[in-house]
DNA sequence: ACCTGAACACCGTTCAAGT
DNA sequence: ACCTGAACACCGTTCAAGT
C-alpha cells in the first residue's frame, strides 16, 4: 500500500527494534517461494516445502502471511512486476499488443505462472498499475471508461485463459498424462472428421502463434469499434 | 469411448456377475460429485467426503477412477453434455455465438464449473463432439482447418478465462475475501486515475454484458478475417 | 469382483512456550 | 517480536483382508 522507500508524512516512532532481527521479511518469502515454483511446480508448493527453504519451521510462515492464499496472492503480485512501464508504440493497437504479450510473458516465465494468477486477486501497485496503463492507452485512443474497462477485462481474460492452456501443456504428467497421444487417439477413434482435420493445430505447439492469432482477433474487432464512433466525446 | 446402448459388434462374453453386484458406478459417483461440488465447492470436494456421499469407504473410489484427477475429468466431461449439438442460427457467426454461450451457461451451472473444467483434459465423446460442432460451423462457413482450430482455441479459452474470473467474483471469501471494497479502496487510495474511472465497470456484476462485449470483439474480428479471405478454397 | 479397515505420508493452520 | 515444537483436523492413495 504505501511506498517502500521514503515514507512521504508519517508518525514514524516504531521502537527501534527489540528482540532480535526477523530471518524472514515478505520479500524474501515470497521470492523463495518462487523458485520452489519454478523448480517443482503449484501442487508440491507447500508452506512447509517452503518453510524449509527458508530454513524455518511452518508455523513462522504464518507471521508474515495470513494464508496460504495471501502468498500466492503476493507471488501473483510479484509476477507482474515491470509490466505497467507504458508501451511506446506508436498507434495505440500496438501498444495493447505490447501490454497483452507483456502480461502472457510474465506469467510463462514463471512454471503454472498463469495458474497461481487465475486463483488470486491481488490489488496490489504491479496488478493495478499494470490495468491502470492498460485502460490509460485505450482511454487516449478515445475510448470511454465503459468499453476501456470492458476491453482490458476482454484481453486479460482471454491471456490468462490462453496461458493457462499453454502451460498445462508444456509439462506432461501435471494434469494430463498423454495429451497429444490420447487426444490423436480419441479423435481418430471417435469418427470427427472436421476435428481430424484440425488436429495438426490442436496438437501443435505453436504457442506463440496461437496466442497472437487470437490476439489478433480481438483487436481487429476492437478497431471495428473504434471506427464505429467511440471519438473523443463518444 | 464406445456407444453406452446397443454395443455394435464385439465378444460380449462376460462371464454373468460373480459376486454381489457393484454399489457404485461411474455414472453415479460423477453425479453425486456434481452435487457436492454445487454444495460446497471445489475446496470441499474430497474422495473422503464423496466417499461419504454414496455410503462408501474412500478407498473404494479408486476401483472405478485411477485418481481424484481422473474423477475431475469424468466430471468436466460430464458438464458439456449437450452442449455438441448443432445450433441452428442462420448464419455462421450467430452458430458460433449461440456455442460459445451454451459453454459458459454449461460452466455457471455448476459451482467451481469453470475451475474444474481448466484443471482437466478430458477426450470424452462431449468434449470432443463440442469442438467438433465448433469447427465444422466454421469449416462450413469457409474457413480452413488451421484457421477454424486457431479460432476455436480462442473461443475456448476467451470463455474459460472469462467464467472463472466470473465464478471467482460470484461467490466471496472463496479465494479473494473482499473484493469489491477492497478493489475499490486501493484503487482510490493509489491514485490510479483511468482505473478509478472505470471502477463502476471492474467492481460491477453485469458479466453477460462483459462475455457478450469480449465475444462480440472476436466475432467482429473473425468476420473481418472472413472477408479478407478464406473462401471456398483458401 | 467389490468393498472395508487401516495404514502411509503427507497437508494448512493454530498456539502455548521459549528466547 | 519472532520463532519452535507439537498438536489438530484433515488430505490422496494403497492394500491386505474380508465377503
Known amino acids: 500500500m504505501s511506498a517502500p522507500s521514503t515514507p512521504p508524512a508519517a508518525a514514524d516512532t516504531r521502537p527501534p527494534a527489540r528482540g532480535r532481527p526477523p530471518r524472514l521479511d515478505q520479500t524474501r518469502t515470497v521470492e523463495a517461494a518462487l523458485v520452489l515454483l519454478d523448480a517443482s511446480g503449484l501442487d508440491a508448493l507447500t508452506m512447509r516445502r517452503l518453510a524449509?527453504?527458508?530454513?524455518?519451521?511452518?508455523?513462522?510462515?504464518?507471521?508474515?502471511?495470513?494464508?496460504?492464499?495471501?502468498?500466492?496472492?503476493?507471488?501473483?503480485?510479484?509476477?507482474?512486476?515491470?509490466?505497467?512501464?507504458?508501451?511506446?508504440?506508436?498507434?495505440?493497437?500496438?501498444?495493447?499488443?505490447?501490454?497483452?504479450?507483456?502480461?502472457?510473458?510474465?506469467?510463462?516465465?514463471?512454471?503454472?505462472?498463469?495458474?497461481?494468477?487465475?486463483?488470486?486477486?491481488?490489488?496490489?501497485?504491479?496488478?493495478?498499475?499494470?490495468?491502470?496503463?492498460?485502460?490509460?492507452?485505450?482511454?487516449?485512443?478515445?475510448?470511454?471508461?465503459?468499453?476501456?474497462?470492458?476491453?482490458?477485462?476482454?484481453?486479460v481474460h482471454y491471456t490468462v485463459g490462453h496461458t493457462l492452456e499453454e502451460q498445462a501443456a508444456l509439462q506432461p504428467g501435471d494434469q494430463g498424462p498423454a495429451d497429444p497421444g490420447q487426444l490423436r487417439e480419441a479423435v481418430t477413434a471417435g469418427g470427427f472428421p472436421h476435428l481430424t482435420a484440425a488436429l495438426p493445430v490442436l496438437t501443435g505447439a505453436d504457442f506463440t502463434a496461437q496466442f497472437e492469432f487470437g490476439l489478433g482477433l480481438l483487436l481487429q474487432g476492437l478497431r471495428a469499434l473504434h471506427r464505429a464512433g467511440s471519438g473523443p466525446a463518444a
Chains 1, 2 share one sequence.
Open 52 to 155: 524449509d527453504a527458508v530454513g524455518v519451521q511452518a508455523g513462522a510462515l504464518y507471521r508474515h502471511f495470513a494464508t496460504k492464499q495471501d502468498l500466492l496472492t503476493a507471488m501473483a503480485e510479484r509476477m507482474l512486476e515491470g509490466c505497467s512501464a507504458p508501451p511506446s508504440d506508436p498507434d495505440w493497437s500496438g501498444r495493447l499488443t505490447a501490454l497483452a504479450r507483456r502480461m502472457r510473458t510474465a506469467l510463462l516465465a514463471h512454471r503454472d505462472g498463469a495458474r497461481v494468477y487465475a486463483g488470486t486477486h491481488s490489488t496490489g501497485a504491479n496488478t493495478l498499475g499494470f490495468a491502470e496503463t492498460f485502460i490509460g492507452v485505450l482511454s487516449e485512443a478515445g475510448f470511454g471508461p465503459q468499453e476501456a474497462a470492458r476491453t482490458a477485462l476482454t484481453v
